[in-house]
Antibody, heavy 115, light 110 residues
Framework: QVQLVESGGGVVQPGRSLRLSCAAS????????MHWVRQAPGKGLEWVAV????????YYADSVKGRFTISRDNSKNTLYLQMNSLRAEDTAVYYC?????????WGQGTTVIVS | QSALTQPASVSGSPGQSITISCTGT?????????VSWYQQHPGKAPKLMIY???KRPSGVSNRFSGSKSGNTASLTISGLQAEDEADYYC??????????FGTGTKVTVL
């Protein structure tokens, strides 16, 4: 079945780095743009970044621009989020989601705690 | 990239209809027919309910419908059921390949 599984979350000190992964299965990963969306504890959803299906075009929310990098490996059906210079306000559950304009499939999320 | 404005909470009795508003600007909601709505139960991932303002994905109940007027999009849930109790978020394309979510609305079934 169509599935996204995030991993790589954990507890990290401020200023350090972390890389999240999102493994896709059940669909042609290379045909879809992919997003990262986050949700701070008790807060709403915040769009983080999107990458085009081929990986050539990447766009970011102002809050993470210059610190986070979205990338993908279509040969491994995997999406990544490299997070550098982490701040306390980056503490959140991070979700990956499929498809540019309608985010129709979501992973279960991975938790990042910056402390 | 300011969040779209939604009411914090909306409630209704079983069988009633409720409407959740999502107000943006002429740079996001008002400029593109690319508004989507997501349902999120506690501790769960969001679920797509409506896309492109009014389209329903396969498997989503026809009790859910979407519309847009100017800078405001709306989600209507008719025949409210206990299982509809959840948080709901709108999301709009905001140009330059960026996106913005709404502040979220907690729906309570009385």
């Amino acid at each position: 079945q169509v599935q996204l599984v995030e991993s790589g979350g954990g507890v990290v000190q401020p200023g350090r780095s972390l890389r999240l992964s999102c493994a896709a299965s059940g669909f042609t990963f290379s045909s879809y743009a992919m997003h990262w969306v986050r949700q701070a504890p008790g807060k709403g959803l915040e769009w983080v970044a999107v990458i085009a299906y081929a990986g050539s075009n990447k766009y970011y929310a102002d809050s993470v621009k210059g610190r986070f990098t979205i990338s993908r490996d279509n040969s491994k059906n995997t999406l990544y989020l490299q997070m550098n210079s982490l701040r306390a306000e980056d503490t959140a559950v991070y979700y990956c989601a499929r498809d540019e304009f309608r985010m129709d499939v979501w992973g279960q999320g991975t938790t990042v705690i910056v402390s | 990239q300011s969040a779209l404005t939604q009411p914090a909470s909306v409630s209704g009795s079983p069988g009633q209809s409720i409407t959740i508003s999502c107000t943006g600007t002429s740079s996001d909601v008002g400029s593109y027919n690319l508004v989507s709505w997501y349902q999120q139960h506690p501790g769960k991932a969001p679920k797509l309910m409506i896309y492109e303002v009014s389209k329903r994905p396969s498997g989503v109940s026809n009790r859910f419908s979407g519309s847009k007027s100017g800078n405001t999009a709306s989600l209507t849930i008719s025949g409210l059921q206990a299982e509809d109790e959840a948080d709901y978020y709108c999301c709009s394309y905001a140009g330059s390949r960026t996106y913005v979510f709404g502040t979220g609305t907690k729906v309570t079934v009385l």
